[in-house]
């Protein structure tokens, strides 16, 4: 600041300032009656910049005002200081790790957002004050051009690209054209083919995944698959209360895993006049209707089971509101009317869950009758 | 050999002179020193989404250290006790880890998180000041696609972080991006496949997530950024009008010192910010949500909040699935992939769009105020009405439970405000305009209001106004209106006594004349009586 600070303010009016900075003539800066700051002005000349305005803040050195600024900038960098050191101390001394209850390994991380942000936000304040009260006005003009490059330089660089063309003659050597794509043609391909192919998996390849759960008896050396709890046990029909509802999985081995993210089932055991409702509803489904040989259709007495799997977007549907027999979907609100084979009822959803055709073996456990007859979860292009 | 005298004070000297003997660096580093900056607070929030992202990258560096982005089970035996023994994948342990075993890790975490939420909306509110000031117009078209391309990685890259821990949130948030990519037509299931590596969620998609969030997308996003830096070097900054600045000049400040110092300052206080946010206030807390397992979600699943639009716009959707020949198009593919894609394609667009509309084929570096260009500012309000309409829906449970309304009427209030919001949006902001337009006019024509009331011979109450240049014979001003904040209150043309500086204490005498303009006195004697008196001159 020594030299600049000590020049008095340069004013000139901003008006005139266009025409300036190009048609002058560069001044000599050997000349050794320049000051340091006319060299300066002379640099900001020849890169089209304009120093219009240039005063010290407080023309008079050392006077209170200035001092009272001074010092505030100095606190402001102390405090950088004593903030950073807290940080150092916090981070390398405190205890942090986890300890149920209130305990002080808690505080560790507010302290240390507290004191590093404390330590940046006085550092980046002291800057700024500085910069804005201390460092003298300036007011600065560059030149802008408008619009493209020069004419001449449009012009040669026109005739420059043309005569690029010219000499490779790529317009009258067709021959060359014509090889020169045939040779670039497959590389573009393996350019492209090369990252995506081994990506590429047929969706609908071994085991048809979208198709099927793990509930289909080919997981099962073709028995029937038990709906079991999280931890693999088999559940029996006493198991859930009238009005209750229970998340299953298969019964198979990883069944309750996310390698089965497909296969959460919902069992619900409905009362008695629900129960009466949904099985009257049942027909309308061909696929859950009773059949001459299964007169339950895909109930099992007042058991029912969907899929977990909204066939909105794939969230599990597992609010059970036992009121009005409604499922909620908590990721979008879709909702479904499990009296009505899930008949979505409001929101975005457009299929019904899927049934799982359920039934209980010899032993008294839920079984799948069978996979679920239509693919679970959000709809694709290729299902009907 | 006598020993040279060292000389420290030409040491600077010397080493500059080496260094350009060997860069030839003088000449084009004085240039970019002296480039002058236009100033105004709105030019900051660009610098919010810039520092946010350096942040993000020295975090996410350090997060690199410690992640294992796999998906094979484990058993969690770390230090947080709750969750001892649960298997989950070796990703959200990892994530634990960071959180509980590794010191100032869960600061890190944190820092990472809330970065990336600021680097979203530094972003958009930097486009929404580009495009309500016409800063995007020619010359600056490219630079705002590019800023559009780098709005649409950072979404992404911040979906795909968002996924990496594998607790439940990130779970269902894949799952659903699962199903989003399962409704494109005809080639959806082999594109989610294709990422997945097989049936959700499979084995593969957290470490090519992985790949994409700390290699590829932050690759993308450094290289744009840096197109988008250099393009604002060599097109310079456009400015506001004002006094002085016109369409073929930059006023301002030199780079260095000025404005470079007070850009790596105003780092330094975002860095802050962000750390006492990270300290203070908890951010995906993935110990609270557990470890993913498909059929469990909770209540109350919000994704991170830029990503909340398109939530909305998926609850909000009606189910209309499209079924026709054996196949199916689902009803999201219309809210999660076609809006998008014009979320995408209208705005980058839209210079064009404009540009050809008005005709204009000029270059422009001076900046619009948004009521003199009340179309589109009253489009932009338009689509923010879209947006918030949108965003609210993406919370409409939320909603729905702290207010005690039914979910289906919130949903039902989200289909029928984002039909009707946005155009009574326009047409409230077109109103506006015009009125903020008028307002500015009648100041210029007719003075400020001074707040002097007088009482004509005849009874009538007149309030003077001070007319803000020269009149004409009926006392009308004669300032052509010049496209910047016109002086509405008397204390704007230093009417006032300037106000004594000082916080707790005057550091300054206060000043001896009454009414100070700048310094000089105003009179109050006969002259400033006839002013007075001609101001009020019937019209």
Same mark, same amino acid.
């Given at each position: 600041?020594?030299?600049? *600070?000590?020049?008095?303010?340069?004013?000139?009016?901003?008006?005139?300032?266009?025409?300036?900075?190009?048609?002058?003539?560069?001044?000599?800066?050997?000349?050794?009656?320049?000051?340091?700051?006319?060299?300066?002005?002379?640099?900001?000349?020849?890169?089209?910049?304009?120093?219009?305005?240039?005063?010290?803040?407080?023309?008079?050195?050392?006077?209170?005002?200035?001092?009272?600024?001074?010092?505030?900038?100095?606190?402001?960098?102390?405090?950088?200081?004593?903030?950073?050191?807290?940080?150092?101390?916090?981070?390398?001394?405190m205890r942090f790790a986890y300890t149920p209850g209130t305990n002080s390994a808690k505080l560790f991380t507010p302290l240390l957002?507290?004191?590093?942000?404390?330590?940046?936000?006085?550092?980046?304040?002291?800057?700024?004050?500085?910069?804005?009260?201390?460092?003298?006005?300036?007011?600065?003009?560059?030149?802008?051009?408008?619009?493209?490059?020069?004419?001449?330089?449009?012009?040669?660089?026109?005739?420059?690209?043309?005569?690029?063309?010219?000499?490779?003659?790529?317009?009258?050597?067709?021959?060359?054209?014509?090889?020169?794509?045939?040779?670039?043609?497959?590389?573009?391909?393996?350019?492209?083919?090369?990252?995506?192919?081994?990506?590429?998996?047929?969706?609908?390849?071994? *085991?048809?995944?979208?198709?099927?759960?793990?509930?289909?008896?080919?997981?099962?050396?073709?028995?029937?698959?038990?709906?079991?709890?999280?931890?693999?046990?088999?559940?029996?029909?006493?198991?859930?209360?009238?009005?209750?509802?229970?998340?299953?999985?298969?019964?198979?081995?990883?069944?309750?895993?996310?390698?089965?993210?497909?296969?959460?089932?919902?069992?619900?055991?409905?009362?008695?006049?629900?129960?009466?409702?949904?099985?009257?509803?049942?027909?309308?489904?061909?696929?859950?209707?009773?059949?001459?040989?299964?007169?339950? *259709?895909?109930?099992?007495?007042?058991?029912?089971?969907?899929?977990?799997?909204?066939?909105?977007?794939?969230?599990?549907?597992?609010?059970?509101?036992?009121?009005?027999?409604?499922?909620?979907?908590?990721?979008?609100?879709?909702?479904?009317?499990?009296?009505?084979?899930?008949?979505?009822?409001?929101?975005?959803?457009?299929?019904?869950?899927?049934?799982?055709?359920?039934?209980?073996?010899?032993?008294?456990?839920?079984?799948?009758?069978?996979?679920?007859?239509?693919?679970?979860?959000?709809?694709?292009?290729?299902?009907? | 050999?006598?020993?040279?005298?060292?000389?420290?004070?030409?040491?600077?000297? &010397?080493?500059?002179? #080496?260094?350009?003997?060997?860069?030839?660096?003088?000449?084009?580093?004085?240039?970019?020193?002296?480039?002058?900056?236009?100033?105004?607070?709105?030019?900051?929030?660009?610098?919010?989404?810039?520092?946010?992202?350096?942040?993000?990258?020295?975090?996410?560096?350090?997060l690199?250290l410690f992640f294992d982005?796999s998906?094979e089970e484990t058993v969690y035996n770390g230090s947080y006790t709750p969750l001892r023994g649960v298997s989950m994948s070796r990703a959200f342990a990892s994530s634990l880890d960071i959180s509980f075993d590794v010191r100032g890790g869960l600061f890190m975490r944190q820092?990472h998180h809330?970065?990336?939420?600021?680097?979203?909306?530094?972003?958009?509110?930097?486009?929404?000041?580009?495009?309500?000031?016409?800063?995007?117009?020619?010359?600056?078209?490219?630079?705002?696609?590019?800023?559009?391309?780098?709005?649409?990685?950072?979404?992404?890259?911040?979906?795909?972080?968002?996924?990496l821990p594998d607790d439940a949130l990130s779970g269902?948030?894949?799952?659903?991006?699962?199903?989003?990519?399962?409704?494109?037509?005809?080639?959806?299931?082999?594109?989610?496949?294709?990422?997945?590596?097989?049936?959700?969620?499979?084995?593969?998609?957290?470490?090519?997530?992985?790949?994409?969030?700390?290699?590829?997308?932050?690759?993308?996003? $450094?290289?744009?950024?840096?197109?988008?830096?250099?393009?604002?070097?060599?097109? %310079?900054? &456009?400015?506001?009008?004002?006094?002085?600045?016109?369409?073929?000049?930059?006023?301002?400040?030199?780079?260095?010192?000025?404005? +470079?110092? %007070?850009?790596? +300052?105003?780092?330094?206080?975002?860095?802050?910010?962000?750390?006492?946010?990270s300290g203070?206030f908890q951010i995906n807390p993935i110990w609270i949500f557990g470890p993913y397992k498909?059929?469990v979600?909770s209540?109350?699943?919000?994704?991170?909040?830029? $990503?909340?639009?398109?939530?909305?716009?998926?609850?909000?959707?009606?189910?209309? #699935?499209?079924?026709?020949?054996?196949?199916?198009?689902?009803?999201?593919?219309?809210? &999660?992939?076609?809006?998008?894609?014009?979320?995408?394609?209208?705005?980058?667009?839209?210079?064009?769009?404009?540009?050809?509309?008005?005709?204009?084929?000029?270059?422009?570096?001076?900046?619009?105020?948004?009521?003199?260009?009340?179309?589109?500012?009253?489009?932009?309000?338009?689509?923010?009405?879209?947006?918030?309409?949108?965003?609210?829906?993406?919370?409409?449970?939320?909603?729905?439970?702290?207010?005690?309304?039914?979910?289906?009427?919130?949903?039902?209030?989200?289909?029928?405000?984002?039909?009707?919001?946005?155009?009574?949006?326009?047409? $409230?902001?077109?109103?506006?305009?015009?009125?903020?337009?008028?307002?500015?006019?009648?100041?210029?024509?007719?003075?400020?209001?001074?707040?002097?009331?007088?009482?004509?011979?005849?009874?009538?109450?007149?309030?003077?106004?001070?007319?803000?240049?020269?009149?004409? #014979?009926?006392?009308?001003?004669?300032?052509?209106?010049?496209?910047?904040?016109?002086? %509405?209150?008397?204390?704007?043309?230093? +009417?006032?006594?300037?106000?004594? %500086?000082?916080?707790?204490?005057?550091?300054?005498?206060?000043?001896?004349?009454?009414?100070?303009?700048?310094?000089?006195?105003?009179?109050?004697?006969?002259?400033?009586?006839?002013?007075?008196?001609?101001?009020?001159?019937?019209?």
């Amino acid at each position: 600041m020594s030299t600049i *600070g000590s020049e008095r303010s340069h004013t000139a009016g901003a008006g005139d300032t266009a025409h300036h900075s190009g048609g002058q003539p560069d001044i000599d800066v050997h000349d050794p009656s320049l000051s340091r700051f006319e060299l300066v002005r002379e640099g900001a000349r020849r890169d089209g910049v304009e120093i219009v305005h240039y005063a010290p803040r407080f023309p008079i050195p050392g006077t209170k005002a200035e001092r009272r600024i001074e010092r505030t900038i100095a606190l402001l960098f102390l405090l950088t200081g004593v903030a950073g050191l807290a940080f150092v101390v916090i981070f390398v001394a405190m205890r942090f790790a986890y300890t149920p209850g209130t305990n002080s390994a808690k505080l560790f991380t507010p302290l240390l957002g507290v004191t590093f942000g404390v330590a940046l936000l006085t550092l980046g304040a002291g800057i700024i004050m500085w910069a804005k009260k201390l460092l003298p006005e300036e007011v600065a003009v560059e030149k802008r051009h408008l619009g493209g490059s020069p004419p001449d330089d449009k012009k040669i660089m026109g005739a420059q690209l043309g005569h690029i063309a010219e000499e490779t003659a790529i317009s009258r050597r067709p021959l060359l054209k014509g090889a020169l794509l045939l040779g670039l043609a497959p590389v573009g391909v393996a350019a492209v083919v090369l990252p995506i192919a081994p990506l590429i998996k047929d969706p609908h390849g071994r *085991g048809d995944p979208l198709l099927h759960t793990g509930f289909d008896p080919e997981y099962n050396n073709g028995n029937p698959v038990r709906l079991v709890r999280e931890d693999g046990t088999g559940i029996r029909p006493d198991d859930v209360s009238a009005g209750g509802q229970m998340t299953v999985y298969p019964g198979i081995p990883h069944g309750a895993t996310n390698f089965w993210a497909d296969s959460p089932t919902l069992l619900i055991h409905l009362r008695e006049a629900d129960a009466a409702v949904a099985r009257s509803n049942l027909a309308r489904i061909p696929l859950n209707a009773p059949t001459p040989d299964n007169p339950d *259709g895909g109930m099992w007495q007042n058991f029912i089971a969907y899929s977990k799997i909204c066939t909105h977007l794939g969230c599990p549907a597992s609010l059970y509101e036992q009121q009005t027999n409604r499922l909620l979907c908590p990721c979008h609100q879709s909702q479904f009317l499990i009296t009505d084979n899930a008949k979505p009822i409001f929101g975005p959803a457009t299929r019904r869950l899927p049934m799982l055709p359920i039934t209980v073996d010899d032993d008294g456990f839920f079984v799948a009758r069978s996979d679920y007859q239509v693919p679970i979860g959000p709809a694709f292009w290729e299902r009907s | 050999m006598r020993k040279r005298k060292f000389d420290l004070n030409a040491l600077p000297a &010397a080493a500059g002179n #080496e260094i350009d003997d060997r860069l030839h660096a003088a000449t084009p580093l004085r240039k970019l020193m002296n480039k002058v900056f236009p100033d105004h607070w709105s030019f900051l929030l660009g610098e919010v989404a810039l520092w946010s992202f350096v942040i993000l990258l020295l975090t996410g560096t350090f997060l690199t250290l410690f992640f294992d982005p796999s998906m094979e089970e484990t058993v969690y035996n770390g230090s947080y006790t709750p969750l001892r023994g649960v298997s989950m994948s070796r990703a959200f342990a990892s994530s634990l880890d960071i959180s509980f075993d590794v010191r100032g890790g869960l600061f890190m975490r944190q820092m990472h998180h809330w970065a990336a939420l600021l680097f979203v909306a530094g972003i958009i509110v930097h486009m929404f000041r580009t495009f309500f000031t016409g800063a995007f117009r020619k010359p600056r078209e490219l630079n705002w696609i590019v800023g559009l391309l780098l709005f649409w990685i950072a979404i992404f890259e911040g979906l795909f972080g968002y996924s990496l821990p594998d607790d439940a949130l990130s779970g269902t948030g894949l799952r659903i991006m699962n199903a989003i990519v399962l409704s494109i037509p005809v080639i959806g299931s082999w594109i989610a496949f294709a990422g997945f590596g097989s049936e959700f969620p499979g084995t593969e998609i957290i470490p090519r997530f992985y790949t994409l969030h700390i290699l590829l997308l932050p690759a993308l996003l $450094v290289g744009l950024v840096t197109v988008h830096l250099v393009l604002l070097l060599l097109q %310079k900054h &456009a400015q506001w009008p004002g006094p002085g600045r016109t369409n073929y000049n930059v006023v301002g400040e030199r780079m260095v010192p000025r404005y +470079a110092s %007070k850009m790596g +300052a105003f780092f330094l206080i975002n860095f802050a910010v962000i750390a006492i946010m990270s300290g203070l206030f908890q951010i995906n807390p993935i110990w609270i949500f557990g470890p993913y397992k498909a059929a469990v979600v909770s209540a109350g699943s919000q994704p991170d909040w830029y $990503v909340m639009f398109l939530d909305g716009s998926a609850r909000l959707f009606p189910a209309w #699935e499209i079924r026709a020949f054996g196949y199916t198009l689902p009803p999201i593919f219309w809210p &999660a992939v076609v809006l998008p894609g014009i979320l995408t394609v209208l705005p980058m667009i839209y210079p064009f769009i404009e540009a050809r509309r008005l005709k204009d084929r000029r270059v422009h570096n001076l900046l619009q105020r948004p009521r003199d260009v009340p179309n589109r500012t009253a489009l932009g309000v338009m689509a923010i009405a879209f947006y918030v309409v949108l965003v609210l829906s993406g919370g409409n449970d939320i909603i729905a439970d702290q207010f005690s309304i039914s979910l289906n009427a919130t949903t039902w209030a989200g289909r029928i405000g984002l039909l009707l919001g946005p155009p009574i949006a326009y047409w $409230v902001t077109y109103r506006i305009c015009l009125g903020l337009q008028q307002h500015d006019r009648e100041v210029l024509v007719h003075g400020v209001e001074t707040g002097i009331i007088r009482r004509l011979p005849d009874g009538r109450f007149m309030e003077v106004h001070q007319p803000l240049g020269p009149t004409d #014979e009926h006392g009308h001003g004669q300032l052509e209106y010049a496209g910047w904040a016109v002086p %509405k209150k008397m204390n704007r043309l230093g +009417a006032l006594v300037p106000t004594v %500086k000082g916080f707790f204490f005057p550091v300054e005498r206060p000043s001896r004349t009454p009414i100070g303009n700048g310094g000089r006195p105003v009179s109050t004697g006969p002259q400033g009586q006839r002013e007075l008196e001609e101001a009020e001159r019937p019209r």
